[in-house]
């Protein structure tokens, strides 16, 4: 759903990702390059065979263009999109790049758009990972996990994410970790970890729809699990 920014926020940033199998990138990146340009927006886009990662920012009335164009494209006619707004653009420049993954895990035959853990609402969240069953794992990197997460939550203590399949081997096993719950920022990066975890052979995997920053934002402060601030990948840094 569009929303619309107030008068001190002048700025629209959308975040939005989907896994989806993309046969044209090389003719959707220059089309939607060509777009942004004309619209001036700023930020990142990713496109794999596997699907489109973004998080781009303009006006309100840009912005609005940008999702109607990206919705007139059937893979993208369903994106679940993030709004958060800004009293300044956080991005330097536009660019539309082709990945060989729109997350990098590094590991083939994995599709999150197949199969991936079962999706749990930010309101739901809390006795999830309130349950003694439950194994918690932050999928984030070192760094983003000392900034701040769940309480309990077990970090992996990775530089990247492809170091992520490493650690599973180290330290988990499917007949002792029968129930695992994860989070990352915006849900991607739990999203292919679930379904790497799932084609492992664990049987009852749980993510945080949307991610953390979906959590921030609908759950009330007083009812808040979160300790601690949010690393973001633009030059608002943390929130």
């Not at 993208?76 to 990098?104: C, G, H, S």
Request: hydrophobic share 40%; with cysteine; net charge negative.
């Amino acid at each position: 759903m569009w929303q619309q920014s107030t008068a001190s926020q002048c700025t629209t940033i959308i975040a939005f990702y989907k896994f989806t199998e993309l046969t044209d990138v090389f003719v959707l990146q220059s089309a939607i390059a060509q777009f942004c340009k004309e619209h001036a927006i700023l930020g990142t886009i990713l496109l794999a065979h596997e699907g489109i990662n973004a998080t781009i920012a303009g006006s309100d009335e840009d912005i609005a263009a940008v999702v109607a164009f990206l919705h007139s494209h059937a893979p993208f006619a369903e994106l679940q999109l993030r709004y958060t707004y800004a009293d300044f653009n956080p991005f330097y420049k536009m660019k539309v790049r082709i990945k060989k993954e729109i997350v990098a895990l590094r590991i083939p035959n994995i599709y999150p758009n197949q199969k991936t853990g079962i999706q749990v609402p930010p309101e739901e969240w809390n006795p999830v990972i309130a349950d003694p069953e439950t194994f918690l794992i932050d999928t984030r990197n070192n760094y983003e996990c000392e900034l701040g997460t769940f309480p309990g939550a077990h970090n992996p203590e990775t530089d990247v994410f492809r170091d992520f399949p490493a650690y599973v081997k180290q330290n988990l096993d499917p007949t002792k970790h029968k129930k695992i719950a994860m989070f990352c920022t915006g849900g991607i990066r739990c999203e292919k970890a679930s379904s790497y975890l799932l084609e492992q052979g664990f049987p009852e995997v749980y993510q945080l729809q949307g991610g953390i920053l979906n959590y921030l934002e609908k759950m009330p402060a007083e009812n808040s699990a979160w300790e601690g601030e949010c690393f973001i990948f633009d030059n608002r840094i943390t929130v």
